[in-house]
């Protein structure tokens, strides 16, 4: 047997909440992180993951240590990008531009028309975009996409959407609350939804928005197999009360035909296995992106209609 070879990594945005599972990811693949950015620096977390990376808070310096090494002969093979929404297409083409694959968090873009930049990028560097779509991987969510995929040709499913994951005053002082930055909530917290629904579903037909504030929105899709009735939200008091009384802060709830579609458990993993799949060249690209960056982009661009026709029921709290 061939020795594996142990690819070498840069990691942007080493302090963000989700870089604790792209660090996860590197090492369970046995891979190793050469360096990291990230302006804040309370990134202890390292530790617990790889201890010897080269850390910085400046770009010019993490920039020039790459120059460095690459001039040295150690190549950086991925750069993954868990950086605020609005900066991820920048760190994109610093990645491919260095000669590395990059592997970016979702939303991978918030605009359609930066996909398109981003395809020209690979063209002129050579080099891959990837992105994180673990939902894809989850085996609810495949058992979901083949049960549909077996129904009569004019099957249309009836699907309802709920997710409330409340979030503290910090959230709208962050730039999470700056739908300049984030894409507001139906991007921010809608799109790997959006991804998912898509997947199954097929493309989308229809958008209606009925509901659009900073804590919240909701709408309805009619998709190539579903009619979707959908509700996103960061406020605490969206919460049904039954899920109050147990002391949680989170509901997550799909339906389909009025059944549950349980899939709160398995999240675990899915980063790593994204990772696996990205290193065998089975990564999510660009083409699967598009179709939730585009949704998410008409949903946060519709002027909402209010609530008339098929709205969520959580509309009328």
Partial sequence: MTEKKVLNFGLIGASGYIASRHLKAIKDTGNNLV????????VGIMDSFFPKSDFFVEFERFDRHFDKLKRQGTKIDYVSICTPNYLHDSHIRFALRQGADAICEKPLVLNPWNVDALEEIEKETGRKVNTILQLRLHPAIIALREEVAKAPADKVFDVDLSYITSRGNWYFVS???????????????????????????????????HLSEPERAAGFLRLKKARVRWFLSVDYNDIPEAVKLKGQRTFRSITME?????????????HTESYRNIIAGMG??????????????NIRNFKPAGLTGDYHPFCKK
């Fill in 258 to 270: 009025g059944k549950e579609i349980e899939f709160s458990e398995g999240f675990t993993d899915l």
């Fill in 284 to 297: 999510f690209g660009l083409a699967d992106a598009r179709t939730s960056i585009q949704m998410a982009y």
């Fill in 35 to 42: 360096a990291a950015l990230d302006k804040f620096d309370s």
């Fill in 175 to 209: 730039w999470k609350g700056d739908i300049q930055k984030s894409g507001g909530v139906a991007t921010n917290i809608g799109i790997h939804f959006f991804d998912m629904l898509s997947w199954v579903f097929g493309e989308p037909q229809e958008s209606v928005v």
